[in-house]
Nanobody, 124 residues
């Protein structure tokens, strides 16, 4: 299993952009699925985006498609989430995660490792 350390959160104005990073200690194998989730105050943790480390499969929450982009740097063993056109409703703690076994990539319970979370706050 991998350990995940996140960075890149912060405070931005509506319409701005942020890039979140998730660095893994331990090799991420091509069979793994890497995902991003977020949790806003008073809400359950929800799916944001996911991809196979092989790069052939990518998935997004329907409401975020077109604004958020998930990617990876194989050499750096790092996962990214590029967030553009940010809205106040995007304010949340964002988590990266790794899934090692079968299960829906949108399902938080299917993931075996989690980053520590990073706060993203979007002001109006």
């Amino acid at each position: 299993q991998v350990q995940l350390v996140q960075s890149g959160g912060g405070l931005v104005q509506a319409g701005g952009s942020l890039r979140l990073s998730c660095a893994a200690s331990g090799r991420i194998f091509s069979s793994y699925v890497m995902g991003w989730f977020r949790q806003a105050p008073g809400k359950e943790r929800e799916f944001v985006a996911a991809m196979s480390w092989s790069g052939i499969g990518t998935s997004y929450a329907d409401s975020l498609k077109g604004r958020f982009t998930i990617s990876r740097d194989i050499a750096k063993n790092t996962l990214y989430l590029q967030m553009n056109s940010l809205k106040p409703e995007d304010t949340a703690v964002y988590y990266c995660a790794a899934k090692y076994v079968s299960g829906g990539h949108y399902n938080r319970d299917a993931y075996g490792s989690w980053g520590q979370g990073t706060q993203v706050t979007v002001s109006s």
